[in-house]
């Protein structure tokens, strides 16, 4: 029996297969492959657009498939949520989908918008939110290059932003955020329901979830004489509490491990110095698990 499982092709590729890998499991494409190898015989990969994986998930295509909420949004799509991955191409922050209209434009609030002309890949979305707010205009599906289109050929459009810089390069300006989007691992009602594929996707969102938890923390290890011990621990922060385990043969010394923060450890390592440890080790982690 093999799990189905559709990964996007295209911006968010990468980012993906990085993540599987530290989650340890090893894709590889090659050329223009759509079938990419990957090194658990349960596991048959389909790489897609993003747009398209939630529906064909839904429709039982797809065993399970990661895609944006944006996506699983827009399509309608009757799926099991498995897990929330916050990670995108560029950070691990979720993206916006936003209203945006041109920096000069006398449009302000989504109420402006009544009769105007408007682009997106996301038209059920755009529709169903100027519905919610009691707006009607022409809502349009955009190929893609979406931000050029204003003000020449549409009033306002709907796209995602990450960073907010192409917005900005393209003298645009946001006057509404739809709704946030991350990636989600979602399952087929029908394969949710079927233990064997259950367990295989609970086990996939388990490592995966660790993997994304790793990204910004890391493991030190330090020696510490007994007497000197209360002064670290003091200074010490850890997940719940520091290991602490005496060294083999040598007189009063521990051994001390903690996982912590990343951000934290320019300043901390030189106060551990100070406050009396030794032997001082830093180390990356590919995993977290709660």
């Known amino acids: 029996m093999q799990l189905r499982l559709g990964l996007p092709k295209g911006s968010l590729q990468e980012a993906t297969f990085q993540l599987f890998r530290r989650a340890g499991y090893n894709i590889t494409v090659s050329g223009r492959s759509y079938h990419p190898a990957i090194d658990d015989p349960e596991i048959a990969v389909v790489l897609m657009r993003a747009q398209e994986i939630p529906r064909y998930v839904s429709e039982g295509v797809l065993d399970a498939g990661l895609s944006g909420y944006d996506w699983i949004q827009e399509n309608e799509a009757r799926v099991v949520e498995v897990a929330e991955l916050v990670y995108a191409k560029q950070s691990q922050r979720p993206v916006r989908l936003v209203l945006a209209v041109a920096q000069d434009s006398n449009i302000q609030q989504v109420t402006d918008l009544d009769g105007k002309r ?173």
Not at 121 to 137: D, K, N, P, S
Not at 244 to 266: C, F, K, M, Q, T
């Open 118 to 290: 408007i682009a997106t890949e996301f038209v059920r979305l755009t529709r169903r939110y100027l519905a919610a707010h009691g707006v009607t205009a022409h809502v349009e599906f955009s190929w893609g290059a979406t931000e050029v289109k204003v003000p020449e050929l549409v009033d306002a459009i709907v796209d995602l932003t990450e960073t907010g810089s192409s917005l900005k390069a393209n003298n645009l300006r946001v006057i509404a955020t739809i709704l946030e989007s991350t990636p989600r691992l979602h399952a087929n009602p029908a394969a949710w329901e079927d233990p064997w594929k259950r367990s295989k996707i609970e086990n996939l969102a388990l490592l995966l979830k660790g993997a994304l938890a790793a990204y910004a923390k890391v493991g030190l290890k330090m020696n510490v004489p007994g007497d000197r011990l209360a002064t670290v621990l003091g200074i010490l922060p850890a997940m719940k509490q520091p290991t602490v385990s005496p060294l083999y043969n040598n007189g009063g010394w521990v051994a001390v491990e903690v996982v912590i923060d990343e951000h934290r450890v320019r300043k901390l390592i030189p106060a551990l110095k100070e406050a009396g440890a030794q032997d001082i080790i830093e180390y990356p982690l590919n995993k977290v698990i709660p």
